[in-house]
């Protein structure tokens, strides 16, 4: 089935540490995104990749990275820089042009 | 940059009743989109709407669009237990180079027996 998988589901991060979350679509889709989501909010875009080797920032990069090797691949890191790091994190892929996004089922990050 | 806007943010309402959730948007935007949300999982597509005028229907909710008011709304027709979600509108500036969206805060809404 075609889809976008994000892993893991659950992630726990000690103070000071790099955490990566995955993002994998079949969909050949060329744009990738990722949103944070905190409790109650709506979705503010972090990074997004139009295609293979570019990527730009969002709304909220401070504090994470990101890298776009293979056009199904789009992993978040989450850096130490991140002061607020706990929150729920969505990957989307779209195709170009007046379609919807496709969403990934989240990970969801919590610092202990 | 666009900026959206939806409200009510938060609805309770009782089975059985008709209610409009409303999203304003801050710049010319020829299409927009509205997605469900059950808590702690992932957004799934509910509409895309590509033209003013667009009106599209799907069981008890109707979403349309009305461009040149900057507006979509959400109509839920005659509410059931299982409506009870939050809803998003999103939608894309126009000469948006990362083709990417916009989302409002949300319309969290409650449909109570």
């Known amino acids: 089935d075609g889809g976008i998988t994000q892993s893991p589901k659950y992630l726990f991060r000690k103070e000071g540490q790099n955490v990566t979350l995955s993002c994998e679509q079949n969909?050949?889709?060329?744009?990738m995104y990722w949103y944070r989501q905190d409790p109650g909010q709506g979705l503010r875009l972090i990074y997004y990749?139009?295609?293979?080797?570019?990527?730009q920032k969002g709304d909220i990069a401070e504090g994470y990275s990101v890298s776009r090797e293979k056009k199904e691949s789009f992993p978040l890191t989450v850096t130490s820089a991140q002061k607020n790091p706990t929150a729920f994190y969505l990957c989307?892929?779209?195709?170009?042009?007046?379609?919807?996004?496709?969403f990934g089922q989240g990970t969801r990050l919590t610092v202990v | 940059e666009l900026k959206v806007e939806q409200n009510p943010l938060f609805l309770s309402m009782q089975e059985g009743k008709n209610y409009t959730i409303y999203c304003n948007y801050s710049?010319?935007?020829?299409?927009l989109y509205w997605y469900r949300q059950d808590p702690g999982k992932s957004l799934e597509s509910l509409f895309v709407?590509?033209?003013?005028?667009a009106v599209k229907q799907e069981g008890r909710l109707m979403a349309s669009l009305d461009t040149k008011a900057r507006l979509s709304t959400l109509h839920i027709t005659a509410a059931v237990h299982d409506l009870s979600a939050t809803y998003f509108c999103?939608?894309?500036?126009?000469?948006?180079?990362?083709?990417?969206?916009?989302f409002g805060g949300g319309t969290r809404l409650m449909v109570k027996p």
């Open positions: 989307a892929s779209k195709p170009w042009g007046n379609t919807e996004a496709f």
């Open positions: 969909l050949n889709h060329d744009a």
């Open positions: 990749s139009q295609i293979v080797n570019d990527f």
């Open positions: 710049t010319t935007s020829d299409r």
């Open positions: 709407l590509l033209s003013n005028g």
């Open positions: 999103a939608g894309p500036a126009l000469n948006n180079a990362g083709n990417m969206l916009t």
